[in-house]
């Protein structure tokens, strides 16, 4: 084996989890490094959450501009300019990564950018972006590699060359009719935005209902939203040929018939990166859906090798990716921490939001566990009034002979915001009395929770 260099830690890939675990143990006096082929600070800065958010930031203030007059102002002559979107979104990003260059320099972690991969145990070869290899050999590896835009292979699919959310992020020009694959998170996101911008907008979805994991009331209400926007929606579409390229013209064949769009974005989930990185040869072992095999612990089946965020198959949430970072960080440093039992709230940005922690009704009605449903309409509380956006409703699932919350469920302005109160509570162990009883600032969005836990049904 060629020359290597020791380190305590190695982390591959600079995601969530693996850059605070990086940043924590240099900073606690451990030699680190960390090996990113491309996105310092991973996915979510660079090409996911947060310039998603960016985007779908500029498109809330074009559909305000179109509804101007309904708020009194007259907006008189606008239009949207995507080159200026899209620098408004780089500006931030290029910002954000100058935020992480600065912390690794602080922290003493050192990033090295180049593809690695495993070539013996804890022991990964570089091939460095800038020429040439390293290879860095850790007491401790972790691997954090994500995942990327799974693409089926649905004949013609890969030839039309696709848009994922990375390209769709960095268009400067407005798609004329954009088709989008899968009507989950990342396709329900980026159809409102691009709807907002102006383009015609189809969602074709395979499953009989957008979000299809959610309660019916949440796909109907989501459905509605897209419908009420100008989207237009094909659930239960199975695609069974692509033809032509994305960016001048496709057409999908489905058993419906035909959809002509000029660009198609992908958005039918994920596939972890852990292919080509040598895990089979170092005992690392992988499940049926390519997840790097973990304990709750996060440890692999390689003795000093631990996995975190979307390739290990924690939840595909940067917040899951950050407890990650926890319960190895605890691990590593004596204490004891586990994924088990974790609350994953999430949170869906469309406009309104889709935000939910704990239980849905169906997921409580799989397990057999007993519930009391409480639900209120945006309507009543008074600052959806205020804002003229009623759209949506609260929901919460209360245990049946107890006062504990199971589960919640908004849909609404403000719903990511307003859930963070709930999840607080249920984290305390606090009975639904308690928000119930809260003196709430009158008029906030989280106000409203007063009113959906006063009409909880007697136990
Ligand atoms: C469009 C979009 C929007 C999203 N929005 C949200 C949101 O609003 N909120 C939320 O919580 N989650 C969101 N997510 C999910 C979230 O982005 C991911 O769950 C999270 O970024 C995963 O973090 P990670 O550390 O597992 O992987 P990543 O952040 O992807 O990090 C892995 C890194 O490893 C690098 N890498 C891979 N292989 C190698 C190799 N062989 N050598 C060197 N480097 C390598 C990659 O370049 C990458 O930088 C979104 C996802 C998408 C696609
Ligand atoms: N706001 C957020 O937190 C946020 C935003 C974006 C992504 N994410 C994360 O990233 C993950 C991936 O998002 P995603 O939207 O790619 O996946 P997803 O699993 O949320 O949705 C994919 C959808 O595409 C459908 N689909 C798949 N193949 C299809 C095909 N050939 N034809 C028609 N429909 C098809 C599926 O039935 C599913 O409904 C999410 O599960 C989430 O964890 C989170």
Avoid at 75 to 102: P, S, Y
Avoid at 282 to 309: I, N
Avoid at 442 to 448: C, K, R, V
Wanted: proline share 3%; with cysteine.
């Amino acid at each position: 084996m060629s020359h290597y260099e020791e380190y305590d830690v190695v982390v591959l890939g600079s995601g969530a989890p693996g850059k605070l675990l990086a940043w924590t143990l240099a900073s606690q006096g451990r030699r680190t490094a960390v090996v990113e082929r491309r996105y310092v600070g991973g996915s979510c800065p660079n090409i996911a959450c947060l310039p998603s958010k960016n985007v779908i930031h500029g498109a809330r203030v074009a559909s305000y501009f179109r509804r101007g007059a309904e708020f009194g102002i007259t907006n008189g002559d606008w239009k949207v300019d995507m080159a200026a979107v899209r620098d408004r979104k780089r500006k931030m990003v290029a910002g954000l990564v100058a935020f992480h260059l600065e912390k690794y320099r602080e922290s003493g972690a050192e990033l090295v950018m180049g593809d690695g991969r495993f070539i013996a145990p804890k022991t990964i070869e570089v091939t460095l972006n800038a020429g040439g290899t390293r290879t860095l050999r850790g007491q401790t590896v972790i691997i954090d590699t994500g995942s990327r835009a799974r693409m089926d292979d649905t004949t013609g699919l890969a030839e039309a060359r696709p848009l994922t959310h990375v390209e769709a992020l960095e268009l400067d020009q407005l798609p004329e009719h954009l088709i989008v694959l899968g009507g989950g998170y990342v396709g329900l996101e980026l159809a409102q935005a691009f709807r907002r911008f102006g383009s015609r907008v189809t969602v074709v979805e395979r499953n009989g209902a957008l979000i299809h994991r959610e309660d019916p009331d949440v796909t109907d209400a989501i459905e509605h939203l897209c419908r009420d926007e100008g989207i237009e929606v094909l659930t239960r579409t199975a695609v069974d040929r692509v033809e032509g390229q994305s960016g001048e013209s496709v057409r999908l064949h489905t058993g419906h018939g035909g959809i002509e769009g000029t660009h198609l974005l992908v958005a039918g989930g994920r596939t972890p990166n852990t292919d080509g990185i040598g895990l089979e040869k170092v005992g690392v072992e992988t499940d049926g859906k390519r997840h790097v095999k973990v304990d709750e612990r996060l440890q692999t089946t390689a003795e000093g090798v631990w996995a975190v965020g979307d390739c290990a198959g924690s939840p595909y949430f940067t917040h899951i990716g950050e407890d990650d970072f926890r319960v190895v960080l605890a691990n590593l440093t004596g204490g004891d921490r586990v994924t088990t039992g974790r609350q994953v709230p999430f949170c869906l940005f469309t406009d309104p939001e889709l935000a939910r922690v704990g239980l849905s009704e169906r997921e409580a009605r799989e397990r057999g566990v007993g519930y009391r449903l409480a639900k209120v309409p945006m309507e009543a509380v008074f600052r959806a009034q205020t804002l003229s956006e009623t759209r949506g409703f609260l929901k919460a699932l209360i245990e049946e002979g107890g006062d504990r919350i199971l589960g919640f469920t908004a849909f609404g302005a403000e719903a990511g915001e307003v859930m963070a109160v709930v999840q607080v509570a249920m984290l305390a162990g606090l009975p639904y009395t308690a928000l119930r009883d809260a003196i709430l600032t009158h008029p906030t969005m989280a106000e409203g929770l007063a009113g959906l836990f006063s009409s909880v049904p007697r136990g």
